[in-house]
Structure formats: structure tokens, C-alpha cells
């Protein structure tokens, strides 16, 4: 095809084109784009050509790789952003600029290519007590937390370590995936430890903004206002207090973020926000009141929960829990709420309760404790939920509530069929 024809079909100067193929000009990312586009071909199916022509062919240009980057993270193509990455770390000015990328397509939820930007940027400043490094192992952290429980223990501990050099405003947001990472692994006195941390700075940082007439124009803002931050730690306290027994104190805890009266701000989002604490608090004075043993309680609890759906899975487990407890019968609760049983993903990440890792892993301990209460009431269908439970468990990596499964199966394996025994040694086989 001549030059001039193949410039009307692809739309790139026929000067340009000639330069191009001739080697006098590099190609620009956009010329890649319509050359392929022209030629009817994948949009990615010469990227890895043109890694070797923005580095051996040309000399590299951050105004040609950027968009390369970002593009080659777009279509999946990690092997190019690996490609480039470490070319361009060769030289540590590039350092920055990399992190930058990186920063925006964690916030697009390109986050397999952002891992690969933050690991090398990582590794290119290991020696450095940077921010940026700080910041790339916050964001690993996030990137790292899923299903798997000795993952996100790994993931929690070495993020740790960074803690401190993030900025304030990144520290409470750390502080809090920390915290519900260590709360979905029942760590109760880490978890209690991480929010005093989280109340003491943002009440401090409150107390500097309350007092300051104006404020730094430089300084980070918190991805919540910081009202939030000392409410959400007070509400995390006065959870770990009722995991703990210690109900008392949860009800104390449970004062103190349903009041909002300190706050200085009067804004739409101030009224929200305490609305929202203050319908916890009510329904949580209720669950640590069933919680305690309080079989009255029960009822009334059970109609604050029904016009809430995105509270029935949790209230479910606790009313449960209280079942086998203190012996209650709840069989028409479970009936009445039984489309609320099986596992959601798309409760909002807003509390402490709706966490996914900490929903994932109640999800494992309610079918357990679910079992538990059918066997105990001489019901078969206990059974069924041991081994659902046995397989979310392993799935999740959540070693304790295997062995309570374990536990409960070998109780009550006179009840169990011939395909349900057979079911759980493949299940117990494939967790060892």
C-alpha cells in the first residue's frame, strides 16, 4: 500500500509516516494507536514492540511512556507496565513520576497494575525514609486484604511498620483497615489498641482544627471529616467490649459516639453522619442487652432489625449465638428472616459490622453456630451446615472455626448420611 494511501486510511500525516518508517521520528503513542487501528488489528498487538522502540530504538520519554503506561494497565497488559517499570527505574528520577501513575490507577481500581508500580517504587527507595514509601506499602496493604486470613495478618504486620511515617490524614484511614483486618481475625486487644491510636490522633487533630483561625492551605485532607473518625472509634471500642463480655462498658462506649453535640460543624453531612451513629447506638443497646441474657430484649430487638435489611445477616449471627447461649428457641426468627441467611457481598462498607473480610468471616461462624443449634435441637439439617461452614472456612483460611467444625461434626457424626460423611473426609483431605 503507497505512504499516501495508507496516511488517508490511518489518518497520520504522510510526511510524518514517512519519517516514522524511516526511522527519523519515534512513534508517538497516538500514531501506535491509529497504525494499529488502520491495519484492523488488536489495539495492544504490537505493545510489546513498542517497549523495545521507546528504550532501544529512541531514547525513553516520560511524554510517550505515561500514556503507555496507563493505557497497557487499562487492557490487562501487566507484562508491558512490568516491562517499562523496571527499564525506567534503572534511572531513580523516574521514581516519582512512577508513583504518581500509580496513584491513579489505584484510585481508577486498576490496582494489579498499581501493585506492580508500588512494589518497584517500593523497592527502588527501601533505604529511604520517604512518605512515598510509606505510601506505597499503605496502598500493598489495601491491595493485599481479601479472603484469605494468614494473608491479611501478613499483609496487616508489615504494613505496621510504615504506620508512622504516613502523613496524619492517611494515618486514620491506615488505622482503620488495620483495625478491621485485626477485628476479622478476633484480635480483640490489637483491635482496641489501633482505635485509641485513631481516637487520640483525630481528637487531637480536631481539637488543633477547632482552635487554629484558619487552616494550612498545604496540609491533607482526611478522606473523612475528622468528627467521623473519633465517632468510628468510639463505636470500634464499644464493639470490642461486647465481643469481650463486657457489656457495661460497650453501653458507655455506646453514649458516647450516639452524642454529637460537641461537633462544631453544622452541614448536611455533619446531620448524616450523627444520624447514622445515633441508629447504631439504638439498635446496639439492644443487642448488648440480648446479648447479656436478656430473653426480653429479644423481640424488641428483632423489630428494631426488620426495617433495616442491611442489619438482618449480623443480627441473625448474634441472635444465634444468644440461642445456643442461653438455650433460647429462635426457629421463628429463623424462619422469618431466612432469605437474609445466605452470604451478601453488598452490604455498604460504612461500619465495623459491614466490613466484607469481617462479614466473610462471620458468615463461616454463623453457619457453624447455625449447626450447633439445629443438632442441639435433635435437627438433621445441622449437618449440612457444619460442612458449609467447613468449606467457607477453608476457603477463607480461618483455622479456628475448622476445628470447631471439626469439633461439632465428630459430636454428631451418628446423624450424619452416608454422602455427608464422604463429604467432609474430601473436605477435611483438601484443607490439609
Known amino acids: 500500500m503507497p505512504i499516501n494511501q495508507f496516511s488517508g486510511q490511518s489518518g497520520i500525516n504522510s510526511g ?11 512513534i508517538a503513542m497516538n500514531h501506535l494507536e491509529r ?12 505493545y510489546s514492540l513498542y517497549v523495545d522502540e521507546c528504550f532501544y530504538f529512541s531514547s525513553p520519554t516520560w511524554r510517550r511512556l505515561r500514556p503507555f503506561l496507563v493505557r497497557s494497565a487499562e487492557l490487562g497488559r501487566l507484562d508491558c507496565v512490568e516491562q517499562v517499570v523496571q527499564n525506567l527505574l534503572e534511572n531513580l528520577v523516574y521514581a516519582p513520576m512512577l508513583f504518581e501513575v500509580a496513584e491513579g490507577l489505584f484510585q481508577e481500581g486498576l490496582w494489579q497494575a498499581a501493585e506492580l508500580l508500588y512494589k518497584n517504587v517500593s523497592a527502588s527507595e527501601k533505604y529511604q525514609n520517604s512518605e512515598r514509601l510509606a505510601v506505597c506499602q499503605y496502598r500493598l496493604f489495601r491491595i493485599a486484604i481479601g479472603d484469605d486470613q494468614t494473608r ?3 499483609a496487616a504486620h508489615i504494613f505496621e511498620g510504615y504506620l508512622d511515617r504516613l502523613d496524619e490524614a492517611d494515618q486514620l484511614e491506615g488505622l482503620k483497615h488495620l483495625a478491621h483486618v485485626y477485628f476479622s481475625l478476633h484480635k480483640w ?23 487554629s483561625d484558619r487552616r494550612e492551605s498545604n496540609e491533607k485532607k482526611t478522606e473523612k471529616p475528622l468528627y467521623f473518625y473519633i465517632l468510628y472509634a468510639q463505636l470500634i471500642r464499644s464493639n470490642v467490649c461486647e465481643q469481650m463480655g ?16 460537641w461537633i462544631q460543624e453544622d452541614d448536611e453531612e455533619v446531620k448524616r453522619t450523627v444520624a447514622q ?6 439498635a446496639n443497646r439492644l443487642l448488648y442487652r440480648v446479648m447479656a441474657g436478656q430473653y426480653e430484649a429479644l423481640s424488641e430487638y428483632v423489630e428494631h432489625i426488620s426495617h433495616r435489611p442491611d442489619e438482618i445477616f449480623t443480627a441473625l449471627y448474634s441472635i444465634v449465638l444468644s440461642a445456643n447461649r442461653y438455650d433460647w428457641k429462635v426457629d421463628s426468627i429463623l424462619e422469618r428472616f431466612a432469605s437474609y441467611i445466605p452470604y451478601r457481598t453488598d452490604l455498604a462498607e460504612y461500619g465495623v459490622l459491614h466490613n466484607k473480610q469481617i462479614i466473610t468471616n462471620q458468615y463461616t461462624q454463623f453457619l457453624a453456630e447455625l449447626a450447633a443449634y439445629y443438632l442441639n435441637n435433635k435437627r438433621k439439617e445441622g449437618i449440612g451446615f457444619i460442612l458449609q461452614s467447613l468449606e467457607t472456612s477453608a476457603r477463607i483460611n ?16 451418628n446423624q450424619a448420611n452416608e454422602e455427608e460423611n464422604e463429604q467432609y473426609k474430601v473436605q477435611i483431605g483438601a484443607y490439609l
Not at 190 to 210: C, F, G, H, P
Not at 246 to 261: E, I, Q
Not at 398 to 413: A, P, T, Y
Open 189 to 211: 486487644h490489637k483491635v482496641d489498641e489501633l482505635a485509641k491510636k485513631m481516637l487520640q490522633l483525630a481528637t487531637i487533630r480536631y481539637n488543633l482544627q477547632r482552635h
Open 246 to 261: 463486657d457489656y457495661p462498658s460497650a453501653l458507655d462506649w455506646v453514649s458516647l459516639y450516639m452524642d454529637g453535640t
Open 152 to 154: 491479611n495478618l501478613q
Open 398 to 413: 480461618n483455622e479456628s472455626n475448622v476445628i470447631k467444625c471439626v469439633d461439632l461434626f465428630g459430636q454428631h457424626r
Open 35 to 46: 497504525i494499529t487501528r488502520a491495519m484492523d488489528l488488536p489495539e495492544d498487538h504490537f
Open 16 to 26: 510524518t509516516l514517512s519519517r516514522i518508517l524511516s526511522g527519523h521520528q519515534p
Open 277 to 282: 451513629f445515633q441508629e447504631w447506638g439504638t
